[in-house]
């Protein structure tokens, strides 16, 4: 999610820089039925902004990654 986004964040053009694109995930734990399931969501946030600056940069990803927002429950 977090490539999907660095890759492709720019291209967002009808966003401003302030706005903020938001991705949720959900993940869905299939064990057995005895075993407890461990289902996860992880929602990923960053700013039109940051996708912007960071786009054509080759020494993005560690930057990108801290400039983020997520979160995981």
Do not use: H, S
């Not at 291209?11 to 949720?24: P, S």
């Not at 960071?54 to 801290?66: G, P, V």
Request: hydrophobic letters at 35%; proline letters at 1%; glycine letters at 2%.
């Amino acid at each position: 999610m977090i490539r999907i986004l660095m890759d492709r964040g720019d291209g967002f053009r009808q966003l401003r820089k302030d706005d903020a694109v938001t991705i949720v995930a959900f993940f869905e734990d299939r064990n057995f039925p005895e075993e407890q399931n461990e289902n996860k969501t992880i929602i990923f946030t960053a700013t039109k902004k940051d996708l912007d600056e960071l786009a054509r940069r080759d020494d993005r990803l560690k930057e990108f990654k801290q400039r983020m927002r997520i979160v995981e429950y």
